[in-house]
């Protein structure tokens, strides 16, 4: 069974930089996209962004320029830094596998992308 | 950017009740839609992946279906444990977006 443990600090002073991580047990870590996903307080889900285990990444333009996902495939993880961090960063920062792939018969075909195994969360709360 | 909207943001229903969930994407998606189940202070759960397959271990009362921009979560008799948040999410192109969320409660 899959496993997505996180950790990383959760008081941060505005203009720091935040950091996560999250570790794969229990599973492959090739040949899935690895995401990390917010939600601030009593609000509704955001992505911020993918890596591979080649390192390939995709980011939200929303936080393009202050995001970097990175993987270590040597330890089987993947992290987020954040930097100048705000207190509109506040929220739940969760980590996710994501499975993409094709389903076909003779009678369908169709492709697919979802994320399937998700982390805890971690609670990241921006204050002076 | 591809908007996801959700519909309505919140619903009471009873148990039993069949509730149905509408999400909207702002351009074309084909398929690529998701839905996720979230409980307070805990991570969002897949229920259906490719708007209509249902994740293995998902009870039978969940359905899917939709392409295109419309898609519909259907739940056919609404249980004590289905009570909860409900984002779609499209994952056609980056960014991967959300819709903002149905909150299902007792009425």
């Known amino acids: 069974q899959v496993q997505l443990q996180q950790w990383g600090a959760g008081l941060l002073k505005p203009s720091e930089t935040l950091s996560l991580t999250c570790a794969v047990y229990?599973?492959?870590?090739?040949?899935?996209?690895w995401s990390w996903i917010r939600q601030p307080p009593g609000k509704g889900l955001e992505w911020i962004g993918e890596?591979?285990?080649?390192?390939?990444?995709n980011y939200n333009p929303s936080l393009k320029r202050r995001v970097t996902i990175s993987v270590d495939t040597s330890k089987d993880q993947f992290s987020l830094k954040l930097s100048s961090v705000t207190a509109a960063d506040t929220a739940m920062y969760y980590c996710?596998?994501?499975?993409?792939?094709?389903?076909?018969?003779?009678?369908?075909?169709?492709?697919?992308?979802?994320?399937?195994?998700w982390g805890k969360g971690t609670t990241v709360t921006v204050s002076s | 950017d591809i908007h996801m909207t959700q519909s309505p943001s919140s619903l009471s229903a009873s148990v039993a009740d069949r509730v149905t969930i509408t999400c909207r994407a702002s351009?074309?998606?084909?398929?690529?839609l998701n839905w996720y189940q979230q409980k307070p202070g805990k991570a969002p759960e897949l229920l259906i992946y490719a708007a209509s397959t249902l994740r293995g271990g998902v009870p039978s009362r969940f359905s899917g279906s939709g392409s295109g921009t419309d898609f519909t979560l259907t739940i056919s008799s609404l249980q004590p444990e289905d009570f909860a948040t409900y984002y779609c999410q499209q994952t056609y192109s980056t960014p991967r977006t959300f819709g903002q969320g149905t909150k299902v409660e007792i009425k």
């Open positions: 996710a596998r994501g499975v993409r792939g094709v389903r076909s018969s003779t009678a369908f075909s169709y492709s697919y992308y979802y994320m399937d195994v």
């Open positions: 229990g599973g492959s870590f090739s040949g899935y996209q």
């Open positions: 890596i591979n285990h080649s390192g390939s990444t």
């Open positions: 351009q074309s998606i084909s398929t690529y």
